[in-house]
Nanobody, 119 residues
Framework: QVQLVESGGGLVQAGGSLRLSCAAS????????MGWYRQAPGNQRELVAT???????NYADSVKGRFAISRDNNKNTVFLQMNSLKPEDTAVYYC?????????????WGQGTQVTVSS
C-alpha cells in the first residue's frame, strides 16, 4: 500500500501562482511514476502532468509552458509549480502514484486539494 499526503491548494487570482506538494509513503517501488490529475465539476478527471522515477515528464497541452512538475526521489515527493493560472485551471487536484508490477500497474490516489482561480 502507498499513502499520499497532498498540500498547497488554495485560492489565487488569475495570473498568480501556486505550488502543490505530495508525499508518498509505504511500499514504494523503485520504478514508479508520480503525477497530478484534476477534476472540475461536471468533468472527468484529466491528466495534468506526470514524472517517472527516471525523470521523464508528460504534460497536458493546456498546461504546457505554465506548469512544471518535479520530484525528490529521496523524499518520495512530487511538486507541481503552477504559474500564470487561469480560471479554467479551477479544479480539485489529485496526486497519483503509479507502481509497476510484472504484469500490471497499480494506481494510488491522494485525497485531493482544491485549487480555485478567480478572474
Amino acid at each position: 500500500q502507498v499513502q499520499l499526503v497532498e498540500s498547497g491548494g488554495g485560492l489565487v487570482q488569475a495570473g498568480g501562482s501556486l505550488r502543490l506538494s505530495c508525499a508518498a509513503s509505504g511500499s514504494i517501488s523503485s520504478i514508479n511514476a508520480m503525477g497530478w490529475y484534476r477534476q472540475a465539476p461536471g468533468n472527468q478527471r484529466e491528466l495534468v502532468a506526470t514524472v517517472t522515477s527516471g525523470g521523464s515528464t508528460n504534460y497536458a497541452d493546456s498546461v504546457k509552458g505554465r506548469f512544471a512538475i518535479s520530484r525528490d526521489n529521496n523524499k518520495n515527493t512530487v511538486f507541481l509549480q503552477m504559474n500564470s493560472l487561469k480560471p479554467e485551471d479551477t479544479a480539485v487536484y489529485y496526486c497519483n502514484f503509479r507502481t509497476y508490477g510484472r504484469t500490471l500497474a497499480t494506481d494510488y490516489w491522494g485525497q485531493g486539494t482544491q485549487v480555485t482561480v478567480s478572474s
